[in-house]
């Protein structure tokens, strides 16, 4: 039979492991941690759910409730309440609903009259055909303005990467839009005649998905695919070293050695860029060649990758006590509003059970490039800095009834300019080092169901070698 070795069970190692092992190949999980999941852990305490990692999963491949119905979680499945639909930004301090029609966008206070006639004119805008990796921020403020991008894309790049817009890629951090105006010339005719494509391929647009969760939080789907997996997940097991061999691979961990036919490596790329590897005769790319040193980690090139850090805050209060409606997603908050925390979702808005009667759950992010340094602070200071914001944005005036603080101090990889070189290297390792391969969100995309598609998509080549 043959054997798979996937190195990490964050959601993208356990949905490739899955779809393998219903194929009937041999899979063995190694993860360094005592639980299986990554960053996605659901908290339930006092009739209150925490979600200390990602909320919802954006459904914008078919790919996604596939996994579902294969896991049989249809009866568990919950998508966000149809009722919460605004989606707001702040601007002078107050949550603006987005608008969702032509009428609501000429009519919005959120964006001034010149802003407006910006993006009416954007398809008159020539597209950029010099190849050159451009960032967010001179995108946007080429294809619209400079107030389109300070009130509502560095608010949006917050809320997917933490990121900064003046460093972000926009042909890495977000393809869809870079390929839009390379194969239309504008985003609005883009957003226009794409649909129809996007109808045929079954993908989804990221405005148009629906977002789902789970009856007891998002942590129901990696505990199902732990249990699917059974023996076949090794906990606190952390690959020391991996070796190329004259019939495969060679796993060496702190349990012991064992052989594979092929390895998948699902974990972080800055676990990668220390992680001993050696390709042996394989004759990788110059962009990979190291000093003397290091010879033994032929990866460390992706120790350059930049992760955001991030502090998650979730706030559990009195309904009496929030002014505000809560009628939506969330809020997102531009940088020039110089308030603490990025952005909120209003998480007992969106999904049942997840707050007691009568009371609301907030979820808050803090860090990211915007204020790296707050991640730092105490959970005691944290839980202070985000109530401050939330009182003078919701109209919160008393302490909370629950919290939790979770922090992750390398967060989200950032899809910096430059990007381009990490992706080079990484297709030039897989074409060079027969058997191995590379999935996750440092590659394939950072959102959540980014992360499923990479493992849905990585099984399906490691099969198709394996089959070769």
Known sequence: MKSVAIIGAGITGLTAAFYLKRKGISVTVYEAGARAGGVIRS??????????????????????????????????????????????????????????????????????????????????????????DESVADFVARRLNREFLERAVDALVSGIYAGDPQKLSVRHALPKLFEIEQ???????????????????????????????????????????????????KLNSPVEKITKTENGWLISTTNGDAEFDTVIYCGTAHKLAELEIDFGRAVLPRSLEVSAAQQHRPTAIFSEIRYAPVASVVLGFRREDVAHPLDGFGMLIPKIENFKILGSIFSSSLFPNRAPENSVVITSYIGGERHPELTLKSPDELVAMTRDDLRI???????????????????????????????????????????FFLAGHYRDGVSLGDSIVSGCNVAEHVENFLSK
């Open 393 to 435: 944005l919701l109209g919160v005036k008393d302490e909370p009834v629950f919290k939790n603080v979770a922090l992750y101090p390398k967060a989200i990889p950032q899809y910096n300019v430059g990007y381009g070189k990490f992706k080079q290297a990484m297709n030039e390792i897989e074409a060079k080092a027969d058997g």
């Open 183 to 233: 194969k239309y010339g504008s985003l609005i005719r883009g957003q226009i005649f794409g649909a129809s494509e996007r109808k045929k391929s079954g993908e989804i647009s990221r405005r148009d998905a629906k977002m789902l969760s789970f009856d007891e939080g998002l942590q129901v789907l990696p505990d199902a695919l732990a249990a699917q997996l059974g023996d076949s997940l």
């Open 43 to 132: 908290l339930r305490q006092n009739g209150f759910l925490a979600e200390s990692g990602p909320n919802t999963i954006l459904e914008t491949s078919p790919k996604i409730p596939q996994l579902v119905s294969d896991l049989n979680l249809e009866s568990r499945r919950l998508y966000t309440n149809p009722n919460a639909k605004n989606r707001y930004i702040v601007r002078d301090q107050e949550p603006m609903a987005m608008p969702s029609s032509l009428l609501g966008f000429l009519t919005t206070k959120l964006f001034s009259a010149k802003a407006k006639l910006a993006v009416l004119r954007e398809p008159f805008v020539p597209p950029r055909r010099d190849d050159a």
